[in-house]
């Protein structure tokens, strides 16, 4: 993860959302709202997420400046989240990778924060453009795009879930999983790596 090119960029952004894997959370949230408000509410709520990430990239530098964090710190914390949602991908829970959810219809929470702006995707556009701040407009394209695949997939979920099964859908989540805890152990370990340096 010592440099990102726009496709990685846009394949770690869509593991980290990890859309297939949330699918039965999807349809179970989706049966709470009317077929006619559905198109729209996925738009705002898939807006919303979009929102917050790109004001996270934007300020990104900022707010590690603020908070007195260090690059570094910030790879080794975003590399422990990914390796947190991972696991819980890996060995699947219940209530879902991020928890409880709320009944009636999704309003930000928890469809557009957590789900999609999560702490992971927060952590990885903080680091991506804390790493590589040139390449900002690359990044948001790359966000841009994971965005559009997650409303794709949130506006199609029903289809896709009867389409996979239960079992398939499970095996890719699981599979995004192990791919996302190799992301995470690469993160800590160039962390590490970067804070061993700086020492005397």
């Known amino acids: 993860m010592e440099t ?51 004001i996270f990239m934007l300020f990104g530098q900022q707010f590690l400046q603020l908070m007195h964090l260090s690059e570094t710190s910030l790879g080794i914390a975003g590399g422990v989240i990914l390796f947190l949602i991972a696991l819980r991908m890996v060995f699947p829970h219940p209530e879902g990778v991020f928890g409880d959810t709320a009944e009636g219809e999704p309003f930000i929470v928890p469809l557009a ?26 990044w948001i394209g790359a966000l841009a795009l994971t965005m559009l695949v997650c409303g794709l997939t949130l506006a199609f979920s029903e289809k896709i879930s009867l389409l996979l099964g239960e079992r398939v859908t499970t095996a890719f989540e699981r599979l995004m999983g192990l791919i996302l805890t190799a992301i995470a152990v690469e993160m800590l370990l160039s962390g590490i790596r970067h804070y061993l340096a700086t020492l005397p």
């Open 113 to 138: 924060i957590p789900l999609l702006a999560g702490p992971s995707a927060l952590a990885t556009v903080l680091l991506l453009v804390s790493r590589e701040p040139a390449r900002l407009w690359e």
């Open 4 to 54: 990102s090119s726009f496709a990685s960029a846009f394949i770690l952004l869509l593991l980290v959302t990890d859309p297939l894997g949330g699918i039965p959370l999807f349809v179970s949230l989706l049966k709470q709202v009317p077929k006619a408000r559905r198109t729209r509410m996925i738009v705002r709520e898939v807006s919303v997420a979009f929102c917050v990430l790109v």
